[in-house]
Nanobody, 125 residues
């Protein structure tokens, strides 16, 4: 079992940057693949980025070149550095943890077993 708490969301102008954090409880953080998803108003939740237990990363096309996912296993924390933000990045961003010691379907919601409550990111023109 792992509990996830996101922080770092807020209001930013287009072109600006934000860094989201996700603090995880428990002693086996390094054993979980981790991901970021987002949900804009009126839309389905969508994949943003993932990082495997060994540090491999993958991104949605919309995030490539602008967002960077990373993890600090010593601090039990996941990050999402978001640069060159656009109004279309406005959404609630969710942190997710996969099943322990599993790295399957990490670009899909069903690849994850645990979810945070979300943090709002609003990008203005």
């Amino acid at each position: 079992q792992v509990q996830l708490v996101e922080s770092g969301g807020g209001l930013v102008q287009a072109g600006g940057s934000l860094r989201l954090s996700c603090a995880a409880s428990g002693r086996t953080f390094s054993g979980y693949p981790m991901g970021w998803f987002r949900q804009a108003p009126g839309k389905e939740r969508e994949f943003v980025a993932t990082i495997t237990r060994s540090g491999g990363t993958a991104y949605a096309d919309s995030a490539k070149g602008r967002f960077t996912i990373s993890r600090d296993n010593a601090k039990n924390t996941l990050y999402l550095q978001m640069n060159s933000l656009k109004p279309e990045d406005t959404a609630v961003y969710y942190c997710a943890a996969g099943p322990l010691y599993s790295d399957y379907n990490l670009n899909q919601e069903n690849g994850y077993a645990y979810w945070g409550q979300g943090t709002q990111v609003t990008v203005t023109v």
